[in-house]
C-alpha cells in the first residue's frame, strides 16, 4: 500500500515563538507588514491583513514581499489566494522566479535539518562534559544543553560548522570545522570549549538562524523551548 505524505516539507511555527516563524515577515502591496506562520515551496499562510481589511476571493492573484531577516532581503513572490479567515491568510505559490526559489532554499535548509533533529538517549553522553541534553542532526548539527526547564544554565548550537554559544545572557560564536577529525570525546570537549570567541547579539544573522533552526526540532522534553527564551531574541 502506498502510504502518501507531503511532497514539500512545510515550515511551522515553532515552540516559544508567538504567531510566527521566526526570520522571515511578509510585506502586503500597501506596505502593511504581517507575520508568516507556516511556508514551502509551495506556498505560504500570512497574518491577515485587518486594518483596513483585506477581503480576498479564492483564486485571486497578489504580490507580496517577503523579508527573510536572517540574510536581510526583501523578494517579491506571485500568491494566489487559497484561502482566507480572521487569523490568516494561505497563498498558493504559483510561480516561483529564480530569486525566489533562492531564497526560500537559503532560508528553508537549517529549518528542515532542524526537522530531522532528535534527542540523543543520555546513555551515549560523555559524562565529562556535564550537559544534560544533547540533540543530534544531519551535517554534524548538534545541540548541548546544560541545566533544566526551570534554568538553561549553558548551551552550545553547533550548525553548519559554526557554534552559538549561550551563556550568562551573553552570546558568542566559535567554529566547529577545525575540530572534525579528532576524537569524538575531544571533538565535544573543543566544540563546547573553543577559545576562539566572537561576541554577538541578538540582531546577529547567525543568532537569528539558530532561533529558527531551534524553533523545528523536535522537542518533547520542553528544554528547547526555554533554550530559546534564554537566548531572547528581538
Known amino acids: ?5 507531503r511532497r514539500y516539507p512545510r515550515i511551522l511555527i515553532g ?14 502591496p500597501d506596505g502593511k507588514k504581517t507575520g508568516v506562520v507556516d511556508i514551502s515551496y509551495v506556498g505560504t499562510a500570512v497574518v491577515s491583513h485587518k486594518e483596513p481589511a483585506w477581503d480576498l476571493s479564492k483564486g485571486e492573484k497578489i504580490n507580496l514581499e517577503l523579508h527573510f531577516l536572517e540574510n536581510d532581503v526583501r523578494v517579491p513572490f506571485e500568491c494566489e489566494v487559497v ?20 531564497a526560500l532554499q537559503k532560508f528553508m535548509q537549517p529549518k528542515l ?11 551515549y553522553y560523555i559524562k565529562e562534559q556535564g550537559f544534560n541534553y544533547w540533540y543530534h542532526g544531519p551535517n554534524q548539527t548538534n545541540i548541548f544543553v546544560w541545566g533544566d526547564k526551570k534554568r538553561i544554565k549553558r548551551c552550545t548550537v553547533e550548525l553548519e560548522g559554526r557554534v552559538l554559544n549561550i551563556q550568562d545572557q551573553e552570546l558568542y560564536e566559535s567554529k566547529s570545522a577545525d575540530f572534525l577529525y579528532v576524537a569524538t570525546e575531544d571533538y565535544a570537549h573543543q566544540v563546547n570549549n573553543s577559545e576562539d570567541k566572537k561576541l554577538l547579539t541578538t540582531k546577529d544573522s547567525f543568532v537569528k ?25 528581538e
Open 83 to 102: 484561502r482566507q479567515d480572521d487569523r490568516c491568510t494561505a497563498f498558493h505559490f504559483p510561480n516561483l522566479s529564480v530569486e525566489a526559489r533562492k
Open 1 to 5: 500500500m502506498e502510504v502518501k505524505g
Open 209 to 233: 538562524q539558530v532561533v529558527s533552526f531551534i524553533a523545528q526540532v523536535p522537542d518533547a522534553k520542553g528544554i528547547l523551548e526555554k533554550v530559546i527564551e534564554s537566548i531572547n531574541v
Open 113 to 123: 535539518v532542524g526537522m530531522n533533529t532528535r534527542y540523543v538517549d543520555p546513555k
Open 15 to 28: 515552540k516559544g515563538l508567538t504567531g510566527k516563524i521566526a526570520g522571515v515577515d511578509a510585506y502586503w
